[in-house]
Nanobody, 125 residues
Framework: QVHLVEFGGGLVQPGGSLRLSCVASGRTFSRYVMGWFRQAPGKEREFVAR?????????KYADSVKGRFTVSRDNAKNMLYLQMNSLKSDDTAIYYCALGSSWFADIGPYQYAYWGQGTQVTVSS
C-alpha cells in the first residue's frame, strides 16, 4: 500500500513563495513518475507538474505555472517537492501529490494510482 502525505501549504501574499513537500512510503519511490495536481473550489482537479522516474530529468508543467513553479525529487528521502514562486490569487487551491500508474503517466489525473490527502494553499493579501 502506498501512502503519500503533503505538507508546506499555507497563506501567502501575492508575489510570495511556498515550497510544498510530499513524503512517500510503501513503494520503491524512485521507480515512479510523480505528479502535482490542484483543485480550486467549484473546479475540477487540474494538472500542475510532473517529474519522471529515477533521475527526474523529464519534467512537464501546466502553462499557467511554467516559469514560476519547479518540481523536484529526492529519491534517497522518498520526497517530492514543488517550489512555487511569484504566487497569484489564481494559484489558491488544494494541492495534491500523486504517484503514477506507469512510466508514461502524464497530465491526466486518471494516470495516477495513489494520491495524498492534499494541502491548502491560499494566496491573498
Amino acid at each position: 500500500q502506498v501512502h503519500l502525505v503533503e505538507f508546506g501549504g499555507g497563506l501567502v501574499q501575492p508575489g510570495g513563495s511556498l515550497r510544498l513537500s510530499c513524503v512517500a512510503s510503501g513503494r520503491t519511490f524512485s521507480r515512479y513518475v510523480m505528479g502535482w495536481f490542484r483543485q480550486a473550489p467549484g473546479k475540477e482537479r487540474e494538472f500542475v507538474a510532473r517529474i519522471g522516474s529515477w533521475s527526474g530529468d523529464n519534467t512537464k508543467y501546466a502553462d499557467s505555472v511554467k516559469g514560476r513553479f519547479t518540481v523536484s525529487r529526492d529519491n534517497a528521502k522518498n520526497m517530492l517537492y514543488l517550489q512555487m514562486n511569484s504566487l497569484k490569487s489564481d494559484d489558491t487551491a488544494i494541492y495534491y501529490c500523486a504517484l503514477g500508474s506507469s512510466w508514461f503517466a502524464d497530465i491526466g489525473p486518471y494516470q495516477y494510482a495513489y494520491w495524498g490527502q492534499g494541502t491548502q494553499v491560499t494566496v491573498s493579501s
